[in-house]
């Protein structure tokens, strides 16, 4: 008994120390900070992939042209709302960026809620439409058939677009440059009924 007796101050002390020497490394770690508390976090690009800056920078220039739009006063005129679907961008470049490019449909998607001049078509639908359309259970999106899901969707517009990119480096330098088009077809003529591009260039160096 009197030996742990005389091993006690020593145990408590290594106890002590291990505490120490874990809370040292918690405070030389990592430091999680908030986008919310500190917005400059979302101003630095990590990636030449496409990021929340560049949506919003991106929807920003386009659909700011769109309200503007000949299409769009002519939807603010037509009685009931028209109905407008939103498909899948196509992604031409070889980054992969397709989260981000459905992210950016959704931003859109609720843009033209918000707006309230059209009658916003579920897109939790589209992959039933897809796949009646295509004939297949695991169909995925056909561009070239995009008028036909809008037929059966029972949409008058739809909403699309596609994404482009310049890959370029040099021995100390990469650099991306995207073209995002976003456009409005009418499902009945398949015309472009509105159209507008944006660019973003993302660079390592």
């Known amino acids: ?11 408590v002390l290594v106890s ?13 770690g990592p430091e999680v900070v908030r986008g919310a508390n500190d ?9 030449t992939g496409l990021d929340k800056d ?5 929807l920003r220039e386009t659909l700011d042209n769109l309200r503007a739009a ?19 961008f196509q992604n031409s470049t070889s980054e992969h960026i397709d989260s981000m490019l459905d992210a950016l449909l959704g931003e859109a998607e609720t843009w ?15 992959n039933q439409m897809i796949r009646e359309v295509e004939g297949q259970q695991n169909a995925v999106f056909n561009p070239s058939n995009a008028a036909k899901y809008g037929k059966q969707l029972g949409a008058r517009y739809f909403i699309t677009g596609k ?4 890959d370029e480096r040099t021995a100390d330098m990469r650099r991306v440059q995207y073209f995002l088009f976003l456009q409005v077809i009418d ?3 398949s015309a472009i009924k509105w159209q507008r591009k944006a660019y973003i260039t993302k660079a390592v160096k």
Not at 54 to 58: E, F, V, Y
């Open 39 to 47: 917005p400059s976090i979302d101003a630095h690009a990590l990636s």
């Open 70 to 88: 000949p299409v769009m006063n002519e939807w603010r005129v037509t009685h009931p709302s028209p109905n407008v679907a939103i498909f899948p």
């Open 187 to 189: 499902v009945e003529t």
């Open 112 to 126: 033209l809620v918000d707006s309230g001049t059209v009658q916003v078509l579920s897109r939790e639908r589209q």
């Open 16 to 28: 002590a120390l291990c505490a120490c020497v874990a809370s040292a490394s918690l405070a030389c």
């Open 54 to 58: 560049d949506i919003q920078r991106a």
């Open 163 to 166: 994404v482009s990119g310049n």
């Open 1 to 11: 008994m009197r030996l742990c007796s005389s091993t006690r101050p020593f145990a």
